[in-house]
C-alpha cells in the first residue's frame, strides 16, 4: 500500500521552505511551521505559517471533520 505524500512550499527571497508530510503528519507539520514562525533567525514569518497552514488544511481534511465511515449496510426500522 502506497502513501500519498502532499507537498506544501513557500520561496522566500534566497530561502526555500519545503514540507512533506502524509495524512498522519498533519499536525506535526504546523507545529514545525510554528515553530519556524517564532524563529527569529528565519524570514519564516507568523503571516506563511497562516498561509501555509490554510493549504495544509486544505489538503488534508481533519480527521474530526470527516463523517465517520461504516462497514456495512444500513437498515432502517
Known amino acids: 500500500m502506497s502513501r500519498q505524500v502532499n507537498v506544501v512550499a513557500l520561496v522566500k527571497n534566497n530561502e526555500r521552505y519545503l514540507f512533506l508530510f502524509d495524512d498522519e503528519s498533519r499536525e506535526e507539520v504546523l507545529q514545525t511551521m510554528g515553530r519556524f514562525a517564532a524563529n527569529d533567525d528565519l524570514s519564516f514569518s507568523w503571516y506563511d505559517a497562516a498561509v501555509l497552514t ?5 489538503l488534508v481534511p481533519n480527521v474530526r471533520d470527516t ?3 461504516t462497514t456495512g449496510p444500513q437498515v432502517s426500522r
Open 54 to 58: 490554510q493549504k495544509v488544511q486544505s
Open 67 to 69: 463523517p465517520a465511515r
